[in-house]
């Protein structure tokens, strides 16, 4: 609808009805130059949420961390001192959370929360909504969690403006 893509995802049938997870149309589309990533972004690209939801769920999961921890890396973003004194070094470092990184990016590219395109990535960083990080979390650990195509495609909707705003950050 108008008012969704004001908020910078494509909520609307047209999307939704595409046989894959990612978005597939030119508008939609960011470049990724590290090789792994790319490859993910590839799949993500081919994958039918339909024909394997589990695969799309974890490949939506891994994605979005790694592209996190990518733009960390690649824009030398420091690493709190609370994880310094805990002998941490890097951001990949295990015991450091997806939501800790993703609010950092936020708050780097969107310091004053006026990005109206980001609007459902700051509420899936810190909210319940099913594009959640505990929604993610719990698509993969939930023993008897079921996994939606519509629900994994709409997920992805709601991070693209964040994935391609991470992925066009100079």
């Keep these: 609808t108008t008012g969704d893509k004001k908020l910078g995802y494509a909520q609307n049938k047209d999307t939704l009805n595409r046989r894959t997870l990612a978005l597939t149309q030119q508008q939609y589309s960011f470049s990724v130059k590290d090789p792994r990533l790319t490859r993910l972004y590839r799949e993500a690209r081919r994958i039918d949420p339909s024909e394997f939801p589990n695969s799309a769920s974890l490949l939506l999961r891994v994605f979005l961390e790694l592209s ?3 733009f960390l890396i690649v824009h030398n973003v420091q690493l ?10 890097n951001w990949t470092d295990i015991g450091i959370n997806l939501r800790e990184k993703i609010m950092t990016v936020l708050g780097i590219v969107d310091p004053d929360k006026k990005n109206h395109s980001l609007k459902m990535a700051w509420k899936g960083a810190s909210g319940d909504m099913s594009h959640s990080i505990e ?5 993969i650990h939930n023993m008897h969690g079921e996994q939606n195509e519509k ?16 992925y066009e950050n100079p």
């Design 151 to 166: 629900e994994l495609k709409l997920a992805w909707e709601r991070w693209q403006p964040f994935f391609k705003i991470m």
């Design 80 to 89: 709190p001192q609370k994880h310094i004194d805990n002998k941490k070094k």
């Design 135 to 139: 929604s993610l979390h719990d698509m």
């Design 68 to 70: 996190v921890d990518n």
